[in-house]
């Protein structure tokens, strides 16, 4: 099933659980229908010129989902498998993600069909260049705020300011707000960097006490992924007291039943190369403090919570019989396939699903976007002070759901998100 028609059948599903609220019918189904497809997508072929001196064409997208609550917001992906499909997907999921912590944004998402690594410096430059000058006149920091994705990162975002400010003055008098995800010294947020992973402990913290453990550091808790999200979280999960035993990269990983320390491990991989070879206790680094694990094994591990943060559809069909972990939660996004949802589900595993469990960064995103309007720039911990009460709000109402429709994590976060979304259509008269 393509992704596009993933999203579809997750709409479908969760407007039959709302249905029944909504008295007028036939305008609930027409507002649903509305859900199921951007209300605008943007396509075009970009000629670049590469430095050899010839010219090639990129197919490059930009779909804007829904606007309803506020400005489309979502990232920009460069990747050789972008397709239109995808793009449509993401965006939709943007347009949930955004609405689960209440942020006052609508959904997008982009694309470059691109190997980015094929391309030198200056040819990702005139390519990011030239993807802001095609987009200008339909991004604006009232009408879509774009922002990094796989493959991108804040010195993209600051290519695209430049090229925007400098094609769009008319259009925008804020390029700074126009995207987010920008380098501190170019109109970024203090705390983005960590805010996806620590985010996501403000949520493991609420999730914890539902499950009803008394003590954190009986917590023991196996993270796929040690990139930006996967270290951020694990290092504040430990700097709170939970146990972190494993994490891994893409040549695998390593368990440490004691604990591991996340600091001693990320400056270890730097040397070494790869997580594997390091087995970091809090005194020291070394191999018999534990063992290595594949990522496949990592998953399969014994321990309470388990913690995807790397690519998606590791959990499927094949191995979601074999997850012994109490609860999952994603931080990457899509690791759990619809199939395995069901398997999971009937296992009793608790789900907090990618769109509330990893929002932390959008909503950083958010902040961003609020300082560079208001010029006038917060601290790394008022950045996190407005972070937390979001999250957990957002965690609370999805538990509230679940409990009372009896439904997983997934639904109860995506009927909180959809609800939001189809009520802001029908005050603005939308069917
Ligand atoms: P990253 O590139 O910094 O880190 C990715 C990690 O995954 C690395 O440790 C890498 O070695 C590991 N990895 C790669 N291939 C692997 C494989 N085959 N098996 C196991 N591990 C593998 O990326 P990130 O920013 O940490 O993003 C991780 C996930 O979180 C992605 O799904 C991303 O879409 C999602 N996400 C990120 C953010 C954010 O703010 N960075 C926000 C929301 C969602």
């Not at 796989?150 to 290519?159: K, L």
């Not at 976007?369 to 609370?396: H, I, T």
Request: glycine share 8%; proline share 4%.
């Amino acid at each position: 099933m393509n992704p596009h028609d993933n999203a579809i059948k997750q709409l479908e599903q969760v407007a039959q659980l709302l249905t029944q609220q909504y008295q007028d019918e036939p305008r609930f189904s027409s507002i649903i229908d509305q859900l199921k497809k951007p209300q605008q997508f943007h396509q075009t072929e970009l000629a670049v010129k590469l430095d050899n001196g010839k010219t090639k064409k990129f197919a490059a997208y930009r779909a804007q989902h829904n606007n309803a609550r506020g400005p489309y917001k979502g990232g920009i992906r460069f990747h050789p498998q972008v397709t239109v499909e995808e793009v449509k997907a993401l965006a939709t999921w943007m347009t949930w993600k955004c609405a689960v912590t209440g942020i006052p944004y609508g959904g997008g998402k982009g694309g470059i069909v691109v190997d980015p690594s094929q391309l030198s410096q200056t040819e990702l430059e005139r390519l990011s260049r030239a993807y802001a000058r095609w987009l200008a006149a339909e991004i604006g920091p009232w009408q879509d705020v774009p922002a990094p994705d796989v493959n991108t990162n804040s010195q993209i975002m600051a290519w695209m300011v430049d090229e925007y400010q400098q094609v769009g003055q008319s259009v925008s008098e804020n390029p700074l707000a126009t995207f987010t995800g920008k380098p501190l010294a170019l109109g970024g947020s203090q705390g983005r960097e960590e805010a996806t992973g620590l985010g996501g402990v403000f949520v493991l913290e609420k999730l914890v006490k539902k499950l009803g453990y008394k003590r954190k550091k009986d917590v023991t808790i196996a993270i796929q992924g040690f990139g930006n999200v996967g270290y951020w979280f694990a290092k504040h999960a430990d700097q709170l007291g939970y146990k972190v035993v494993a994490v891994s990269d893409s040549k695998g990983g390593v368990y440490v039943p004691t604990g591991l320390d996340p600091v001693k491990t990320l400056q270890c991989k730097q040397n070494k190369g790869k997580v594997s070879d390091c087995r970091c206790s809090r005194d020291h680094c070394d191999l018999e403090n534990g063992q290595a694990v594949s990522n496949q094994q990592l998953l399969e591990l014994e321990v309470d919570i388990l913690v995807p943060a790397a690519l998606e559809n590791v959990i499927t069909k094949t191995n979601a019989a074999k997850i012994k972990a109490k609860a999952i939660l994603e931080l990457a996004n899509g690791p759990v396939t619809p199939e395995a949802d069901q398997i999971l589900a009937k296992q009793e595993v608790v789900l907090i699903p990618d769109v509330l469990a990893n929002a932390g960064g959008v909503t950083t995103s958010y902040f961003e976007w609020v300082q560079n309007l208001q010029g006038y720039y917060w601290s790394r911990d008022e950045v996190v002070s407005k972070l937390k009460p979001l999250m957990e709000q957002a965690f609370e109402t999805m538990w509230e759901l679940k409990d009372k429709h009896q439904v997983d994590g997934r639904l109860a976060t995506y009927m909180s998100a959809v609800q939001r979304v189809v009520d802001a259509m029908l005050l603005r008269g939308w069917s």
